[in-house]
């Protein structure tokens, strides 16, 4: 990322876009993953970084609500949203690497969600590890194991999935942006803007100095109070 990427972003800003309404008075959760969890340093200030996962699980918190999912397993959703690209080894397609995430998440999941100050049922652990694990293979594509694993899992993968779609406005091609065809669960207009407005402020904090988490939090007070600079964040985690 960089500045003339983000420029070209925002002004790329579909005219489409419906307003964003004032947002319900709740909690949304936003996990960000520690960088010693990714492959290397580079890969946590990448494109599928730090702050894209942070995003998604925020995104995934979202959805959840919308949804009307709560407690453990919305808190699961999160915690995947925050590991899903975890063990990418580069910004490109890097098959498989939502299995690997979710071996690594498998063996850590303890040390995970302890950083994150949960704790999770094993069934909740087993819904975000499929979760991972299916999140970047194609529905149609899906082998019969992967099948079977997804119907344990349906809601919590259908959800991360769509999060993680809603932040490809971070990709420099309009072509690569968000495609609801794709999803197997609703999406409410207004989130396309929202997910829009958090990739673009994010990125810039980041840019302009601010670390990962202080670039997130920056994001969310000025998209969470109607895009308006200056405030205070709205607490988040």
Not at 87 to 110: I, L, M, P, V, Y
Not at 187 to 216: C, I, K, N, Q, T
């Amino acid at each position: 990322m960089d500045h003339g990427t983000v420029e070209w972003i925002t002004e790329h800003r579909p005219a489409t876009f419906p307003a964003i309404p004032p947002l319900p008075q709740y909690q949304p959760m936003m996990l960000a993953p520690d960088a010693s969890w990714f492959t290397c340093v580079e890969q946590s200030d990448s494109l599928h970084g730090v702050r894209h996962c942070a995003r998604v699980s925020l995104l995934a918190s979202v959805l959840a609500h919308e949804q009307g999912l709560y407690g453990d397993t919305a808190a699961a959703l999160c915690v995947a949203a925050a590991v899903h690209d975890c063990r990418r080894r580069d910004d490109r397609t890097d098959a498989g690497h939502g299995r690997r995430a979710a071996r690594w998440f498998a063996k850590n999941a303890a040390s995970v969600c302890a950083c994150f100050g949960l704790r999770l049922s094993a069934d909740c652990l087993v819904q975000a590890t499929t979760a991972v694990a299916l999140h970047d293979v194609p529905y149609e594509e899906f082998t019969p194991a992967q099948v079977r694993a997804y119907r344990r899992a349906e809601q919590v993968t259908d959800l991360l999935k769509a999060a993680d779609c809603l932040d490809r406005y971070r990709l420099p091609a309009v072509r690569w942006w968000p495609d609801p065809s794709r999803l197997r669960t609703p999406v409410p207009d207004w989130l396309y803007p929202f997910a829009f407005d958090l990739v673009v402020r994010s990125e810039r904090a980041r840019l302009d100095g601010a670390g990962h988490e202080a670039a997130l939090i920056h994001a969310c007070s000025i998209v969470f109070q109607g895009g308006q600079e200056g405030h205070d964040a709205k607490p988040v985690g």
